[in-house]
């Protein structure tokens, strides 16, 4: 699945949290917090983690994330890491070709994430900058993602991806994973295709013997194949 999802922030929240990210915000290294196969891989920056800033933006955007319907119903989160802050400018422009690690620390709460979907939310708009693209490589094909400043994307975390250098300006982001109550990404887009279309169907003929049926199978799906 590759999913983009429209207004994850509001205008006002991607101002207060560029504001919270400028010049004088904590950044440090970005390879302080990758993987052996993905340390020679990543140039760029990240907000510190024990920051205030991060504290702050964090629970902006978990909050953001609570009240998006859309969003659950794609990702059905059990846990969700910390998210993080990067920053791609300058020299520190780029991340190579990688693969996410299966099994990642979160750090608020400490807790052990299983890495079913990778989440990508832009805090820059496209005209900010030059390059930057979020390159995904899927069986399906190669997807190049660059979003709107609010807006976010979820893909599976087994993905090859990569971001291009940035050429011009900066790239601000937010980025964390999802331990998913659906593990298998069959079942997990098969609720979720099940789901969208029982939204359509009531919003064309409203509630009906038929839609209430249909709901009890995607609830006895989900009572089968959640882990919770």
């Known amino acids: 699945m590759l999913l983009h999802l429209n207004h ?3 205008a006002e929240e991607v101002r207060g949290a560029r504001a919270l990210l400028g010049e004088d915000a904590p950044w440090v290294d970005g390879r302080s917090s990758a ?3 993905a340390l020679g891989q990543k140039q760029n920056q990240q ?3 024990d920051s205030t800033a991060a ?9 953001a994330l609570q009240r998006n319907l859309l969003f659950f119903s794609a990702t059905l989160p059990k846990k969700i890491f910390n998210p993080l802050f990067n920053r791609y400018s300058g020299d520190t422009n780029h991340y190579g070709p990688h693969v996410d690690g ?3 620390r979160s750090h608020h709460p400490a807790q052990w994430v299983r890495s079913d979907i990778s989440c990508t939310l832009f805090l820059s708009d496209p005209a900010e900058y030059d390059g930057g693209e979020l390159v995904i490589r899927a069986p399906q094909g190669t997807q190049c993602v660059k979003l709107a400043a609010g807006d976010m994307v979820v893909y599976s975390g087994s993905s090859v991806h990569s971001v291009e250098p940035v050429t011009r300006g900066q790239r601000l982001a937010s980025f964390f994973w999802i331990e998913s109550m659906i593990r298998s990404p069959e079942q997990r887009n098969l609720l979720f295709d099940l789901d969208m ?5 009531r919003q064309q003929y409203g509630e009906s013997t038929e839609t209430t049926a249909l709901t009890g199978c995607y609830h ?9």
């Open 55 to 63: 504290a702050e933006l964090q629970q902006l955007v978990l909050g």
């Open 8 to 10: 994850i922030l509001t």
């Open 47 to 49: 907000l510190a983690q």
């Open 197 to 201: 279309n029982l939204l359509k169907l």
């Open 220 to 228: 006895n799906l989900l009572r089968q194949w959640a882990d919770t």
């Open 35 to 37: 993987g052996a196969q």
């Open 102 to 104: 299966a099994v990642l």
